[in-house]
């Protein structure tokens, strides 16, 4: 925003002398014409009192015959500000007639004036016959009295004003109080448009806008947009500014710390460090230009000394250049029976996805310089995403650092700020580097699907994208380091919870490797060989003196955890040893186990246990298979009868889709049934789980919900069901087939029905699961009906 008093900086102070004009030599101006003086990017408002310094020959001149007879100056804005001669076509018709109250000729032909705001007027005719700009004029007149629509807009104005003013960094303290103190609608709307740092048309717009209730509206428009921009700045302001407190209490303490050195004659020269700096430069194997510029910048530094701020500054800059892995180490050749060997020490199973991960090593190692895809590990929470990273850095011999992506909004946090900026630093890629110390690292982006999507600073996937892109990235420039960067020789690996938040370029330049989730048999084997063993070690145990049966680590799986990963499995084994941790404290003797029976004293009650018997222990419940971001669920279809006239009440957690699916299901069921239900109202329910579901794929679990309802038969407890409907009793197939599957046999569900065309995809699922479930296939839902309910008593089925 500009202060109360601008100045219009692009006059041209330096154009030549003004012409003279002497008293009397020019004709009178007529009472309803104005001398106007053209201004290049300033627009004055009326009421306001503002500095003006005007340089070309015409305006000077006009300026001084306005003070010479004593008339009123019409300001009006150029169309172009760089043209130096206007005419009228140049020039925007409606300006501010003002009264010059100071005129002072300064050197260097410029002369600068305080001018007084008064009034908006319309140029109706330009008249010749004067060295500068004379126009007949109609002044505007906007009435000011006050109505409740101008009162509303007025406070509300008043208001934002008051808090853009308390952003403004260096807003002068009078200004809040003459802001606060102005009665007139009008003149508030004029003093805060003057004050908008917005463009001069958008200025001039405001000046043409006569009528006050729009024009109110407009400036808050306009204004709140800047509080909003300035509230963002104000908060950028005080972190950095906090940062650079920091940054300044560090340097002092340095200073005195050596002025203490000095007195006790520990004095090691104060160059002694800033050689120190250059060895450093010169061991970092820096390309050439970069080195050209950073013993640039150190002689800038040696000159400067380091007492003042930005002599600090650009020592941590240096210090940054100088401590980046700017050398090609030979990178170790990939040893893919190594490899394969860490990766089966870390992590157990996975066989699919380990093979995957070699042959993209295997690809990497025959053409080290090849633009081969990126890998990016997709799943739920918990299934070892992040640690395959970290076990693919240790087999391959490279450090390891992670990014996380969650809520990234900005570009600056990837690509850094540029050093102008007070308390700048690099992005996360730059760093994670420093903190690697090589550049053939592996950097893993976690949970790209997190990325913010583009906001007030750029778009962070954009650079992300320059940043994975191998055409790009041997020449990637961070914004703090001003130079170029080569990230060819890095790793990058990125992970999500889900492929669909992924920005698609994003997604095209990644190799997707799906972690579905485990089985309860893996992850006994998982807990069994890494969990409890971390665990322990984590609670300062060793297995003589405690041990989780692995009855209890079962109980834990099936009764306290519901997941797809081992997240809570691993939490929840950590919270049994903090037990047994506590027994060892208090004196126990000898080994303390811990058994299923000690976990209800422990965990509490359990969670999951015959959730799916008791629930559908009556008619109208049946057990459905949902696809969630993390993982897959059961979740349970309430129907139920009220009195009524025949409707469909749907409630719960659902969307669109599955409401139209319900109606489907229960045209279906009606067909299916003779008796009429004239006089009852079908409620179904869908109980809320973490996340809102929808799809069409709990038709036919809705449908055995009705069904059941309708023929007070309650569905068979251990079967669950995944399958979309059509009118015509048609089973349609569905996704998701794996996780639904896992979701199934994690509730305790023994047979699980399936759209018959889903058949395939039970490739996916892992032996063992399938070996524990019976699947039933369904071409129509009497199949459904068949395994579910039993025999109807009555299958008198109406025409269709
Ligand atoms: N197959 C596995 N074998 C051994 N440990 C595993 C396995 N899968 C997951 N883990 C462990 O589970 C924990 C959670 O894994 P993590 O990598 O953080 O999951 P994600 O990144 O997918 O959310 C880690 O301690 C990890 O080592
Ligand atoms: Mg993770």
């Known amino acids: 925003m500009n202060k109360v008093l601008a100045q219009d900086p692009n006059d041209d102070v330096s154009a030549a002398p003004a012409q003279k004009t002497r008293g009397g030599a020019l004709k009178p101006i007529p009472d309803d014409a104005l001398i106007l003086i053209p201004m290049r990017n300033n627009v004055l408002f009326p009421g306001v009192l503002s500095p003006i310094t005007v340089g070309r020959p015409g305006s000077v001149a006009a300026a001084q015959e306005a003070v010479r007879a004593e008339k009123k100056v019409g300001f009006v804005l150029q169309r172009d500000p760089q043209k130096s001669a206007v005419g009228p076509n140049d020039l925007y018709w409606v300006g501010t007639a003002a009264q010059i109250v100071r005129y002072i000729t300064g050197g260097e032909g410029a002369h600068h004036m305080v001018v007084q705001g008064n009034a908006r007027f319309r140029a109706l005719e330009f008249l010749e016959g004067w060295p500068f700009l004379v126009a007949r004029v109609q002044m505007i007149d906007t009435p000011d009295a006050m109505t409740p629509e101008l009162e509303a807009r007025f406070l509300q104005l008043k208001q934002q004003a008051a808090e853009a003013i308390q952003l403004l960094p260096n807003a002068p303290d009078e200004l809040a109080a003459v802001v606060q103190g102005v009665s007139s609608p009008g003149l508030l709307a004029d003093m805060v448009a003057n004050l908008l740092d917005v463009k001069s048309e958008d200025k001039q717009g405001l000046l043409e806008t006569f009528d006050l ?55 090691e020269d104060t160059s002694a460090e800033l050689d120190e700096l250059k060895k450093q430069i010169e061991a970092a194997g820096m390309p050439q230009d970069v080195h050209k510029h950073a013993t640039k910048e150190l002689k800038r530094l040696q000159r400067m000394g380091e007492g003042s701020a930005e002599g600090s500054m650009l020592r941590t800059y240096l210090e940054w250049l100088a401590e980046l892995p700017w050398k090609d180490e030979a990178s170790r050749a990939i040893d893919i029976a190594e490899a394969r060997k860490v990766l089966d020490e870390d992590h157990f199973g996975l066989d699919k996805i380990k093979k995957r991960i070699l042959e993209h090593l295997a690809v990497r190692k025959l053409n080290p310089a090849g633009k081969s895809p990126i890998l990016c590990f997709v799943g739920p929470p918990g299934v070892g995403k992040t640690s395959l990273g970290q076990s693919i850095a240790r087999a391959t011999g490279r450090r390891f650092q992670r990014i996380a992506l969650g809520g990234v909004h900005d570009e600056a946090e990837i690509r850094g700020h540029r050093r102008t900026y007070i308390g700048a630093l690099p992005g996360n890629v730059i760093q994670a580097l420093r903190r690697a110390e090589s550049k053939n690292a592996v950097l893993m982006f976690d949970e790209i699907d997190k990325l913010g999507m583009g906001g007030f600073h750029g778009d962070p996937s954009s650079a992300l994208l320059e940043v994975l892109d191998p055409e790009q990235n041997s020449k990637f420039r961070d914004n703090y380091l001003g130079v170029d960067f080569d990230l060819s020789k890095v790793m990058f690996i990125t992970t999500a919870n889900v492929l669909d938040s992924i920005p698609g370029p994003l997604r095209d330049r990644m190799e997707i490797i799906q972690l579905p989730g485990y089985t309860e048999e893996e992850k006994l084997q998982i807990a069994g060989r890494y969990l409890v063993k971390r665990q322990l070690e984590a609670n300062g145990l060793s297995d003589a003196q405690a041990e989780l049966r692995e009855e209890a680590v079962r109980s834990i799986i099936a009764d306290y955890t519901r997941e797809a990963g081992v997240r809570n499995l691993e939490r929840l084994i950590g919270a049994a040893l903090r037990r047994a941790a506590m027994q060892i404290a208090e004196g126990a003797e ?22 799916v018997a008791e629930r559908t222990s009556v008619p109208g419940v049946a057990t ?32 669109d889709v599955m409401k139209e699916s319900a109606q489907a299901a229960l045209t279906l069921a009606r067909t299916y049934l003779s008796d009429s239900y004239e006089k009852t109202d079908i409620h179904i329910h869908v109980p809320a789980g973490a996340t809102p579901k929808d799809g069409p794929s709990a038709g036919v679990a809705m449908f055995l919900a009705l069904v059941s309802l309708l023929t007070e038969k309650p569905i068979r407890p251990d079967v669950a069901m995944t399958g979309e409907i059509s009118l015509r009793g048609l089973v349609l197939p569905i996704g998701g087939v794996k996780e639904k599957t896992l979701a199934a046999l994690r509730a305790g569900i023994r047979t699980v029905m399936l759209p018959r065309r889903n058949e395939k995809d039970l490739e996916d699922v892992p032996a063992e699961a399938r070996a524990k479930l019976e699947f039933v296939f369904l071409e129509r839902v009497e199949d459904a009906l068949r395994t579910a309910v039993g025999d109807l008593p009555k299958r008198e089925r109406k025409a269709a």
């Open 624 to 655: 459905g298979l949902a696809w969630t971001p993390v993982g897959g669920d059961i979740l349970f279809i309430e129907a139920s009868k009220v009195p009524g006239s025949g409707k469909l009440i749907i409630t719960g957690q659902l969307g």
């Open 213 to 267: 209730k729009s024009r109110l509206d407009r400036v808050l428009e306009l204004l709140s947009e800047r509080v909003g921009v300035l509230r963002i700045s104000k908060e950028i302001g005080d972190r950095t500014k906090k940062e650079f407190d920091e940054r300044q209490r560090e340097h002092v303490l340095r200073e005195q710390m050596r002025q203490i050195q000095k007195e006790l004659g520990e004095d």
């Open 590 to 611: 000898g080994k303390v186990t811990i058994d299923a029976s000690d976990l209800h004293g422990i965990l509490g009650a359990k969670r999951f246990e015959n959730e």
